[in-house]
Nanobody, 115 residues
């Protein structure tokens, strides 16, 4: 059974940084698409960053140049390094993994960017 546990959210001032972690178990890490999504109040969940099994990455235009997704296959952890945070980055961030027709979500971690 695949389990995902996120951590690293919190309150940060504009311009600050946070690193989110998603620890995965019950899966062969490199076989899965892995992504970070976020959902702000009143808005739809959106893809922020993704990394495929071969290491290719993709980012939403709103975070390009500020966020970096990375994967440590030895530890089964996927990270989201978030720099130059803006108030509009405030949301619940979710880790998602998928392979074929199977997909799994973490419980989410709150990120609040405010002075």
């Amino acid at each position: 059974q695949v389990q995902l546990v996120e951590s690293g959210g919190g309150l940060v001032q504009p311009g600050g940084s946070l690193r989110l972690s998603c620890a995965a178990s019950g899966m062969i890490f490199s076989h899965y698409f892995m992504g970070w999504y976020r959902q702000a109040p009143g808005k739809q969940r959106e893809l922020v960053a993704a990394i495929t099994g071969d290491g290719s990455t993709n980012y939403a235009d709103s975070v390009k140049g500020r966020f970096t997704i990375a994967r440590d296959s030895g530890k089964n952890i996927v990270y989201l390094q978030m720099n130059s945070l803006k108030p509009e980055d405030t949301a619940v961030y979710y880790c998602h993994v998928a392979r074929g027709t199977s997909g799994y979500w973490g419980q989410g971690t709150q990120v609040t960017v405010s002075s």
